[in-house]
């Protein structure tokens, strides 16, 4: 009888199979789970002895365990009380929440509404919509690269490369024939030059790009999720299908010019099987003619069967003791892994190490491993030439497939890992790890017989988890310090990866944070903070950062001061029905007048503007006589009695340091998106009352919380 | 926020989980972090995919019984070419290397960019410093397994890399406390990790408040504003925090509130990045020695107390083991020289742990490689790690041997030296073997083994 780790997805329900099976076997009319460790029977002798006396303390558990079994009662686990005290967001936050994290957007006033009035009923036809727009699938792309890392050839030519004499069908120059004026003018290219870096730039992100595309298109087309392992098809778009050798006729592109469209194709005597053959998939997990595809068994575990194999290899081994002859295949200490690894290996047969890409089926795989398979089920001979199709279909099949994309998508939504059983059992604390555990272990189990019953719909998983405490977990009641330990991982507190915090930077301002307007995202270019914010090159650097250190803070800081440079006196210059932050104000407006007497309307306004950039920047719905609008109206206040001071000081050296113009590269004289020049009487220079950087202060401040940048 | 209230609010706020592993014993205090760092700089260097070891420290050589036998030879050179430092005390060896070492083991002796055959120009050069353990059992041959118990001491899962436990000790408030690049990178709560970037980029980070880092006068809000700014921002922060009670976002905001306190320290990092790229235009150099560069400058601010150095992952030679093993290597070793010398001459205090995560098998597979072994070794430089020693030692094999745990001596009725051997001595000597920031990252191994005698 072998047990499970809990680095094995839903191993309690694997194990408690395991077990249940063996206590029905008789020996001599008793369980045999009884009979073997007090010694076994006449008949059969247990090997290693008596480990339990008959009516001890284990034996009597024992013998209650059997009763159970045999005599089943409906018992719930009780999770539910493992999130007692804990208070959610409410389903107005959770949309925010969601829009911004799915949709890349704002909720809009309409969908606002409707969650108001029929809270979290409401929530979930909202949520449905969201998962159709074009932002989440970028959401969902991104996710499964945290796990694929094939983005790393996404640049120059580093896909094609792959390919480059891998088939004789695969044709990925194809391009460089074409230099033609027709050419030109077909692609909107400038020149011969132009065209060549236009079609390489297209034909390479289509190649590199293909099995997260068939993660959206699944997805996209509410297809069963299990097809990202079946699908006898490769993603192209109309540059790469020409790499593969595809014309024309033999792909339906709606529109052949457009690079960003991804269509179902096939490449000729190939037995596509989904990710499992897709020629990027291949290339980043390489293998060699020693490991012989064992890396990529490992990883086929960690991606589709949610089982970290290597942590079976976790129990100390001893190397002096490794001494029989093929030890992979006769060793126990090495059989452990590769029982379950060498059968799918296999599978990965007739891709090998030379040109990891190339199919070949004339492969005659090795026959000091253990057969080809999946568990205990081995593959047909007539297979082992497609025998990634007949792998992927009992990958697919598998129950922990469904747990397997539950992880991928509550890491993926919240940045954290599934829970890890707590194996220590002498911490004091161990029973109450392990029922924070189980708290998990059991809503990740519904959520995936929630997706197994909607036919494998992932966008099932995707709500599953955002209505879960782990995403909607915002504070507590005051807890025991049991509780605290029961909690410890219940809740939001994601700090947003590069890649979130830009898009909801351009979502609430409407701007994007560069350098230059034609630049590049800042957060998302290589060379400058994507790295330094914690994000991933998918080569090298692999891992996100998921706390922020002190560059980090300093990037949010930079960050806010920017933007609030760039974002305020734009949005002052417009009228004002077309203000994002400033709907409620002037800039005209101060809090007092030349006496030092306050202006009740004035105030007022200023408050209600800060009541909604509170909502705007950071989702807080305060009432206006919340501490915190007191706390950021002083704040405005302070800002602007210091430039009233400063710009009326008598010292010059502090009347320079508070002029009457705003900073050269915070002015507004042109359009921002176009480039072209307003007319002279709708510049924005000057700021005589200093209520515009007083503005600024004020959202420098909210776009440097905590709240900003964590979700 | 200073330090000092951020602890005082972290305390109102019952924030045990956040700051439970600031120092407050061993040598390390909170009073001394809030001042520049000025012990020594920690430098793991991580030779990632399992380095071959018996071509380096350990070195092993082929025999007469195995002369013929390519497959079976420890390395395809014979043992009578094992290579003895000159003047050693303690005999140190190092493994000699040839141009082809996979097809003729008498070729010369091969160059790298520097001229010199790798091993024999690093070995010669530093024996005085070095400190090489060999034989380390570290109980697997898992690459994620191995990587962690060589850099925590520990094959649990989560445990903290002794950089982290040195660096959360001494410096948990600086903004680069623990640098990073590639290698064992679990700070488990302890201290934030941190990864470095172009210069420029570094710069614009050093000086958030200026619009052009180069230009002080040209704040984006006017001083008086800033620091009213600021002031509102910690208020707000401690109202938050007062009224947070789930464990995971308290952490999450303690860690935020943590990251800021030393914001202003990074503009020394500035100054001495200035310094230390001005012969290059500027610029960093490239590999290792950019790792190396962006610690010793770190250090020179006061805000670095351990950086992870990696050569590009390299070592994992499934196949033609010593060509690659002998290009990874080189990298390595021209790393360590760099940072050796840049050390000395900043006058930083050094102590350089380099290791692996697990040795190669003995002999060779088909594809002239070597798969995963659990035997392993480490070398370790520097400020008060006593230097010309050898400890530990394997047999022709490669199979660990035991040693005596108090004279440190092989004796077949001694213990196997493990990984958390070595750690329980690192915490020693780094004075945090008492601090709480160790709790929860408890060692399995119980003897203390003598490896760092007073220098």
């Known amino acids: 009888m072998v047990l499970l780790g809990s680095a094995e997805a839903g191993y309690l329900d694997l194990n408690y199979d395991v077990v249940k099976n063996a206590s029905l076997l008789q020996q001599d009319g008793k369980s045999q789970v009884l009979v073997m460790p007090t010694g076994g029977s006449p008949a059969r002798k247990h090997p290693g002895g008596v480990v339990i006396e008959p009516g001890s303390e284990d034996y009597t558990a024992m013998e209650e365990l059997v009763r159970r079994f045999n005599e089943p009662t409906a018992c719930e686990a009780d999770v539910a009380g493992t999130f007692a005290g804990s208070l959610l967001l409410t389903p107005t936050e959770t949309l925010r929440k969601a829009s911004l994290g799915l949709a890349a957007r704002l909720p809009t006033a309409a969908e606002e509404a409707a969650v108001e009035a029929g809270g979290d009923d409401a929530l979930n036809p909202i949520l449905d919509k969201l998962l159709t727009e074009p932002a989440f699938y970028d959401r969902l792309k991104e996710m499964y690269n945290d796990l694929f890392l094939t983005d790393r050839y996404l640049g120059g030519n580093d896909a094609l490369q792959l390919l480059d004499g891998k088939s004789d069908y695969y044709d990925p120059y194809w391009f460089e024939a074409l230099n033609g004026p027709d050419a030109i003018q077909k692609y909107g290219a400038t020149s011969a030059d132009d065209l060549y870096n236009k079609l390489r730039s297209w034909t390479n992100v289509g190649v590199a790009r293909e099995p997260l595309e068939l993660i959206a298109h699944v997805v996209r087309e509410n297809r069963p999720f299990t097809e990202i392992l079946t699908a006898n098809y490769i993603m192209v778009n109309p540059f790469s299908a020409k790499s593969y050798g595809m014309g024309d006729a033999d792909v339906n592109f709606k529109n052949a010019a457009d690079p960003t469209e991804f269509a179902e194709g096939h490449i000729l005597d190939f037995p596509h099987a989904g990710v499992l053959t897709s020629p990027m998939f291949l290339s980043r997990f390489p293998t060699t003619a020693t490991n012989r595809n064992r890396a990529r068994a490992r990883y086929v575990f960690k991606f589709f069967l949610g089982t970290d194999i290597l942590k079976t290899a976790q129990q100390p081994i001893d190397p002096t003791k490794i001494d029989a002859f093929n030890p992979t295949l006769n060793k126990a200490d090495c059989t452990i892994c590769h029982v379950n690894i060498d059968p799918i290996a296999g599978a990965f047969q007739s891709f090998q190490s030379d040109d990891q890409i190339r199919y070949d089926a004339t492969f005659q795989w090795y026959t000091d491993m253990k057969p080809p398979g999946f568990g205990a089920e081995e593959m047909p001979k007539a297979q082992f030439s497609t025998g990634l199709q007949w792998l992927g279909t009992r990958v697919a099949g598998d129950s922990r497939f469904a747990l397997s994309a539950v992880y991928a998508i509550f890491t993926g939504l919240t940045g954290q890992e599934p829970l890890i059983a707590p194996s220590e059992t002498d911490d004091k604390d161990f029973s109450l790890k392990f029922k924070a555990y189980l708290a998990q272990y059991y809503a990740f189990n519904t959520i995936a017989e929630q997706f197994k019953a909607s036919g494998f719909n992932l966008k099932h998983v995707v709500k599953g988890i955002v209505n879960s405490r782990y995403y909607r977990a915002k504070n507590a009641a005051d807890l025991t310090a049991e509780q605290q330990v029961e909690l410890s991982e219940v809740g939001m507190g994601r700090l947003l990866i590069p890649e979130q915090l830009n898009r909801k930077i351009v979502a609430v301002l409407g701007y994007p944070w560069r350098d230059y307007k034609y630049n590049g995202d800042l957060l998302l270019r290589g060379d400058q903070y994507r790295m330094l914010y914690g994000g991933i090159d998918s080569e090298d650097v692999i891992k996100r950062v998921t706390a922020p250190n002190g560059i980090m803070s300093n990037i949010v800081d930079r960050m806010s001061n920017e933007m609030s440079c760039v974002s305020v006196p734009r949005d002052f210059q417009k009228v004002k029905e077309e203000r994002r932050l400033f709907p409620y104000v002037d800039a005209s407006e101060s809090p007092k007048d030349k006496n030092g007497y306050e202006i009740p309307a004035a105030v007022e306004s200023i408050k209600k503007n800060i009541q909604h950039l509170h909502r705007l920047i950071l989702g807080e719905r305060l009432d206006i006589t919340d501490p915190e609008i007191a706390r950021t109206y002083q704040l405005f206040l302070d800002a602007w009695q210091q430039g009233q001071d400063g710009m009326s000081s008598s010292d010059d050296a502090v009347k320079s340091r508070y002029s009457e113009s705003l900073p050269g590269e915070c002015q507004v004289h042109n359009e921002y998106w176009s480039g072209a020049d307003l007319p002279e009487g709708e510049h924005l220079s000057e700021d005589p009352n200093y209520t515009i950087r007083a503005w600024m202060a004020v959202t420098s401040y909210l776009l440097s919380d905590y709240a900003f940048v964590y979700e | ?455």
């Not at chain 2, 920690?42 to 018996?54: F, Q, R």
């Not at chain 2, 700070?187 to 980070?205: D, E, K, L, S, W």
């Not at chain 2, 030393?262 to 230390?276: A, F, I, S, Y």
């Open chain 2, 1 to 455: 926020m200073e330090r000092r209230d951020f602890l005082k609010l972290a305390s109102l706020a019952g924030l045990g989980v956040a700051v439970g592993s600031l120092p407050f014993s061993g040598e390390a205090s909170a009073e001394g972090s809030a001042a520049p760092y000025d012990g020594p700089l920690w430098v793991m260097v991580h030779c990632g995919g399992g380095w071959d070891v018996t071509n380096l420290c350990d070195p092993k050589g082929f025999t007469a019984a195995t002369a013929m036998k390519p497959n079976e030879q420890m390395n395809h050179f014979p043992e009578s070419a094992i290579e003895a430092v000159p003047g050693s005390a303690s005999q140190m060896k190092y493994a000699p290397e040839f141009d082809d070492p996979n097809q003729n083991p008498t070729a010369p002796i091969a160059t790298d960019i520097n001229g010199a055959a790798h091993n024999k120009r690093f070995f010669e050069k530093y024996y005085k410093d070095l400190l090489i353990l060999n034989g380390i059992n570290c109980s697997t041959n898992s690459h994620d397994v191995g990587t962690r118990v060589n850099w925590s001491g520990s094959l649990v899962e989560n445990r903290p890399s002794f950089a982290a436990l040195v660096a959360g000790a001494y410096g948990k408030d600086k903004p680069m406390a623990w640098v990073v690049n590639g290698g064992y990178d679990v700070a488990n709560g302890v201290v934030a990790v941190t990864r470095t970037g172009n210069i420029g980029a570094i710069q614009r980070i050093a000086y958030p408040e200026l619009f052009n880092p180069n230009d002080l006068d040209r704040p984006f809000h006017a001083d008086e504003v800033a620091a009213k700014m600021l002031e509102t921002r910690n208020a707000r922060q401690s109202a938050m925090l007062a009224k947070q009670k789930l464990p995971r976002i308290q952490k999450a905001m303690g860690t935020l509130f943590t990251a800021r306190t030393g914001q202003n320290e990074l503009k020394k990092l500035k100054v001495e990045l200035d310094k230390l790229t001005a012969a290059n235009n500027g610029q960093l150099e490239g590999g290792l020695r950019g790792q190396a560069q962006i610690a010793l400058a770190a250090y020179k601010a006061g805000i670095c107390i351990a950086a992870n150095m990696s050569p590009p992952a390299g070592f994992d030679t499934h196949g033609d083991n010593d060509r690659q093993q002998y290009n990874s290597r080189g990298v390595l070793l021209d790393g360590l020289e760099f940072l050796m010398d840049q050390a000395l001459a900043l006058g930083v205090k050094l102590r350089v742990l380099v290791s692996s995560d697990f040795g190669r098998t003995p002999g060779y597979n088909d594809g002239n490689g070597k798969d995963h072994w659990a035997i392993t070794s480490m070398m370790l430089m520097g400020d008060g790690i006593k230097g010309d020693r050898v400890i530990g030692g394997t047999d022709e094999g490669h199979n660990a041997l035991k040693i005596d745990p108090v004279t440190l001596e092989l004796s077949t009725s001694g213990i196997q030296l493990k990984p958390g051997h070595i750690h329980r001595a690192l915490r020693k000597l780094a004075g945090i073997d008492t601090n709480p920031v160790v709790q929860g990252a408890s060692i399995k191994e119980e003897e203390d083994l003598p490896l760092f005698p007073a220098v």
